[in-house]
């Protein structure tokens, strides 16, 4: 590596900390959780008419007549179209370009990162490609269609703006940005991949021509950035090829592609600090770019990056004894908490899952609970019904919980019911049978108990309550 190199890769990792440390002045207001639709980001677009800096368009129209916008800024030779929430429920990278677009209008001591962009770079920015996805907060558009199987056919409006896009700027490079499970471990390790890049293959034979090249080593540049932030939880998603996606294909068509997936981290369910993490690393692959300094990275930096492995759950409960049909089983229980869409699709609650038993040496869990020595039994079903919701208090329900039910039964139900979020207990009718026997793909509620039958820890919903502790602040039951 000549000295060059070297310095090129020092001044990169210091740009990442200079606009990672001032992300705060630029992140947008407006945007604070995960369930933002096209209403909330227009008025900051129309905002952005009124600045020189911006030449803003509406490019086209989502199925149901939604704008999609175009938004350009910078003068310089090389141009970068970067577009987000091509899937309707990714939009976490959306919120990041506002913030970008935040950090584009100002002056302060970040001045000379920000002229080198705007000198070198012509910059196309289309947020929220899929207005109508996001709407319902859901992947696929409103034909039903995933976009990004659509490249080739381009039976979506949204997906023939995106192809017309290409086809008209024709970008050196395209920033692809996208949400990823968060069950996915960098590589063989315990950590989250909070952010996953890749190149994407133009063929199925994975050829590396100079197009795919580029966006490589630019990735090798941002992912050294964020190892200064976030070591060991970056990797790189699967490269095999799909004929039908938008990224193998743009790829193909002479733009260099650099996806990049949020994925999760403990502690950061509305993604804000993933969303500082893709301010941060867009910002670095622009920066490298408008330098041309992502020649300093080899292509060995970038297959150096971990693959993902789905290896994550949300809960690993370890070495539970279990009894069921008179034999005793030593038990690893794998728990994950999905995530269920309020009825407005504004706010979502947890449900759970058991999604893997036995031998779980190889997995690991956000959370883990040792439960050597402990016995596994289903959660109880209180019968002596309540006449009301409102009687269930939270004291009510641990004092439940410590007898070993999880969930009890209330004789009025709303016609409409509520959101669970707040309840300390299962609730069901009089008439419903309830079974919480520890079985693959059902909820997870269930007591670990020593051997003289005292409660340690209650399970409900998937959620883990130390009975000799406070409740968690993320716990709730459901409604049956
Ligand atoms: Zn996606």
């Known amino acids: ?38 209403q909330h980001i227009v008025p900051l677009i129309e ?30 030779k090389t141009k970068v179209m970067l577009w987000s929430q091509m899937h309707g429920d990714e939009p976490t990278a959306t919120m990041a370009v506002f913030d970008l677009l935040n950090f584009l209008s100002v002056s302060d001591e970040l001045d000379p990162i920000r002229r080198q962009l705007l ?29 990004n199987r659509d490249a080739l056919r381009l039976q979506s409006p949204e997906s023939v703006l995106l192809k017309q896009l290409r086809d008209d700027l024709e970008p050196t490079f395209g920033f692809n940005l996208h949400d990823q ?38 990735i090798a540049g941002m992912d050294s950035v964020l190892q200064q932030f976030i070591p060991g939880q970056v990797a790189k ?15 193909k068509w002479g733009t260099s592609v650099i996806l990049v997936e949020s994925g999760g981290q403990h502690g950061d369910p509305e993604k804000q600090h993933i969303r500082q993490l893709n301010f941060t690393t867009i910002i670095a692959g622009l920066y490298l770019i408008a330098k041309e300094d992502y020649r300093a990275f080899a292509l060995e930096d970038y297959n150096f990056i971990p693959e993902n492995q789905r290896h994550l759950y949300d809960l690993v409960i370890r070495h539970a004894r279990y009894a069921e049909n008179g034999r005793e ?14 009825p407005n699709h504004m706010g979502f609650y947890h449900s759970s899952a058991v999604e893997e038993l036995g031998d779980m040496s190889v997995f690991h869990g956000y959370e883990e609970l040792d439960a050597t020595g402990l016995q596994l039994v289903p959660g109880k079903v209180y019968d002596q019904a309540l006449e009301r919701m409102d009687e269930l ?8 919980l410590k007898q070993g039910y999880t969930t009890i039964r209330v004789r009025h139900l709303p016609g409409v019911l509520p959101d669970p979020s707040s309840l300390p207990l299962n609730v069901t009718g009089m008439e419903s049978i309830v079974n919480h026997q520890l079985t693959l793909d059902e909820p997870a509620n269930f007591i670990l108990q020593d051997d003289s039958g005292h ?20 716990f709730h039951g459901l409604l049956h």
């Open 329 to 342: 089983t030593l038990l690893d229980i794998g728990i994950n908490r999905l995530e269920v869409d309020a």
């Open 47 to 76: 905002k952005l008419q009124d600045n020189p800096l911006f030449d803003v368009q509406v490019a086209g129209h989502s199925v149901q007549g939604r704008a999609i916008y175009l938004i350009k800024a910078g003068s310089g």
């Open 455 to 474: 409660a340690k820890y209650a399970i409900l919903n998937g959620f883990v309550y130390d009975l000799q502790g406070n409740r968690p602040e993320l």
């Open 237 to 251: 998603f699967n490269d095999e090829h799909e004929p039908r996606a938008f990224g193998d294909n743009i790829q």
């Open 393 to 400: 208090t939270p004291a009510l329900g641990t004092e439940l």
């Open 181 to 218: 499970s968060r069950y996915y471990t960098a590589g063989y390790t315990a950590l989250p991949a909070t952010i996953s890049f890749l190149a994407p293959a133009y063929d199925y034979a994975r050829n590396i021509n100079s197009v795919r090249d580029r966006a490589m080593r630019t």
């Open 119 to 147: 000198e070198h770079l012509t910059l196309y920015f289309v947020p929220m490609l899929n207005p109508d996805g996001a709407e319902m907060y859901t992947r696929r558009n409103a034909l039903g269609i995933d976009m």
């Open 1 to 38: 590596m000549s000295k060059t190199d070297q310095t090129s890769k020092q001044e990169i990792k210091q740009v990442g900390q200079q606009v990672y440390a001032a992300h705060k002045r630029y992140k947008e207001q407006a945007l604070r959780h995960r369930r933002f639709r096209h």
